[in-house]
Structures are given as C-alpha cells and as structure tokens.
C-alpha cells in the first residue's frame, strides 16, 4: 500500500507541473490566426496531455480509494452516459468509429458515487477506442437486472434472501484486436499489459483502478469474452437496500477472512423463510456451549438468513448446532429450514457458493446429525 501512495503523490505533483501547460494550450486553441499546421499541432499536444492527465488522475485514485469515504447519491447513470457520449464525438469522427449508447427503459437513478462511476466509464471508453481499429464500433448498453455475479463476496445475488437484490448492468464492448487468454487472466492487475498493447501509450492502470471503484461502489467489474473484441460489464446496485446488503455481506466475508487467515472453521449458512433474525443471540449462546467454542459467532445476514461459523470440526459442530436450532426454534420451525455447511481450511477463499447453496438447499436441521457437509441439496460424503 505504501508504494500506492508514494505513486498517488508523485501523480499530484506530476499534475500540479502539467498546470501551466494545460493553461497555454487553452489559451492558444481559442486564438485566431493559426495555420492549418500549427491548428493541427496543437490537437496534438492537446490529446497527448490528457492521456498524461489521466494517467496521473489513476495514480491518484488509488491512494483515494483506500482512504477517502465513497460519498454515493442519486445519480441519473442514463444523463452521465449520454454525457460521456457526446464527450467523445470528436475522437468518434476522428478515428471513424461509431459510438452506439443503448439505454433500457427501466434505467432509472441508483445510489452510486458519480465521479467513480464516470472515472470507470472514461477508462472502458478510453480503452475501447485504443484497441478499435478506423470504422469498427463501440456499443454501450445499460439495463437494470434482478441478479448479478459479484465475485469475492461468496454469493450470486440472484433473491432468496428475504427480497430481490435490483441492479443495473453497463456493457462496453467493441470489435477491435480483443484479449488473449494471457492477457485476461491478468487483466485487472496493476501495470498488466499484454501483446496487445504493444505501442499503444498507457501505464495498466486503468481496468485495475476501474475494478477498485466498481467495488468500493458495491458492485463490480469483469471481461466477457466474446467472439471478436472486447467487452466488459460494470455491475452496480440499484437501489439502498441492495446496497446496504451487499455492505452486510462484505462485513461478514472480512471477519470470515480475517478468522480464516488463522484457523480452519466450520461454516453454516442457515434459511428460515419464516424470519428470526432476533433468534441470533440465542443461537450463538447455545452453539458456544454445545460446540464448546466461545469464539463461535452467529450473524443476521437478512432477516431469513443467518451465517454461523466455529472452530470445532464438523463432527462436532454440525450436531450442536442442530442442537441448538431445535432449542431456539422449536422442532416445528427447524423442520422447515434449510442450511448450507462446510469446512473450510485455513487461508482459504470465502467460499463462493456457499450462500446461495444455502437458499437452493432442500435440507433441514436432520442433515445435521449425520455430521456431513451438506451443500446444493445433497450431504457431500465427507
């Protein structure tokens, strides 16, 4: 982190340098008198100061992403788009590529931070025009969906979770040289570039920058890998309470992570459509008795759906956890749960799957006492 910063104050006093220059190539864009050589010239120096100044606008966001509180408010994401589209006819015209913005009728405003959104925009654009040779295409689409893929934080949002998770997705995509494999398996790391971008001016900041603000955003970015070109999707929550969800889930999967970083534990994920989420501490209580494990903990992810997880082993935990649900919930209410359990070793992943298993699982608290993980509806075996 300390070498992001480092960067992040070199790119501010790089910009501060730029001032000057910046002014003069104003000032001489709005004289008269210029000949065609010297108009020509000036465009020039023109376009090659942004791309430094975007350069150095990605260096700086990084020290901003760690420590800056992403302000969101409502933002007309359809308005910005259209914007950042007739922003770029000029470059269009020029390089003789057709910008085509598709908007679905259902868009309306999300709660999303604009200048992050408009930054990640302004990147795939950027990039989509580099890699697109003279009459290809850039298509840009948005439309709200009900369920989207947000890796590292272990769950497709797709409902079952006491309400719909609402987003909205925005495609880039173009017809130009496109990714190799070796390219897009490294695609979002800093300072990635592939054969593709050979002599084509940039740094590899951009997708790695664009990707930080699509999740301090609550959302995310990936690749599609198309026939010809190259697309990426931007996923954002459309509403408050998508959003406040998805902070529920990345405050779990940090002390998930932080817990697993040093001992292996027991994981469960538990559904009652019914709704307890009150039930928690009374579960938690009972589990750490059962399980004889006081660091066991028991969190309300929604009102329906709980995630517990232990140190003790499943053999161990498993039946004192059913235990414990028969205890807090009553046989009626736990026959009709459901739950998704796993052991997970130390330093390993947040389990990406394991929610929504929780949700398509057709188990109950029975499973439990055959002392077995049990996920996607069927007791693994193990």
Do not use: Y
């Amino acid at each position: 982190m300390e070498r992001w910063v480092d960067l992040a104050m070199v790119a501010h006093e790089l910009g501060g340098a730029l001032a000057p220059t910046r002014n003069a190539l104003q000032l001489l864009d709005g004289a008269s008198g210029l000949a065609p050589e010297q108009t020509r010239l000036l465009a020039i120096a023109g376009r090659g100061l942004a791309r430094a100044e975007r350069v150095l606008q990605n260096l700086s966001s990084i020290a901003w992403l760690e420590d800056a509180d992403l302000r969101l408010e409502s933002t007309d994401i359809g308005a910005v788009l259209r914007e950042l589209v007739e922003e770029s006819t000029v470059e269009s015209q020029a390089r003789v590529i057709r910008v085509q913005l598709t908007l679905d009728r259902g868009l309306g405003a999300i709660p999303t931070a604009r200048f992050a959104f408009e930054q990640v925009l302004v990147n795939l654009l950027s990039n989509a025009f580099k890699f697109t040779p003279a009459t290809g295409a850039i298509e840009i689409s948005a439309q709200p969906v009900q369920g989207a893929v947000l890796p590292g934080r272990m769950l497709l949002l797709a409902g079952g979770f006491g309400f719909k998770p609402a987003f909205v997705k925005v495609r880039v995509a173009d017809n130009g040289v496109g990714l190799s494999d070796a390219t897009r398996r490294r695609l979002f790391q800093p300072f990635c570039r592939g054969s593709e971008a050979t002599g084509v001016p940039g740094m590899g900041l951009g997708l790695a920058v664009s990707q930080r603000l699509a999740r301090r955003m609550g959302g995310d970015l990936r690749a599609e890998t198309p026939a010809r070109g190259a697309s990426f999707v931007l996923t954002l929550p459309a509403d408050s309470p998508t959003l406040e969800f998805i902070g529920r889930v990345d405050r779990i999967v940090h002390e998930w992570s932080q817990r697993l970083a040093l001992v292996p534990c027991s994981l469960a994920v538990i559904r009652l459509d019914a709704g307890c989420a009150e039930a928690t501490v009374a579960l938690e209580s009972g589990l750490r008795q059962s399980a004889r494990d006081e660091s066991c903990r028991v969190v309300a992810l929604a009102d329906e759906t709980w995630v517990a997880w232990s140190v003790a082993e499943l053999r161990t935990f498993a039946p004192a956890l059913a235990a414990s649900l028969r205890s807090v919930l009553g046989a009626g209410a736990s026959a009709k749960l459901r739950l998704a359990l796993r052991r997970v070793p130390r330093g390993a992943a947040a389990d990406p799957v394991l929610l929504q298993a929780a949700v398509r699982c057709k188990h109950g608290v029975a499973a439990l006492e055959r002392k077995r993980e049990v996920l996607h509806g069927q007791n693994s075996g193990r």
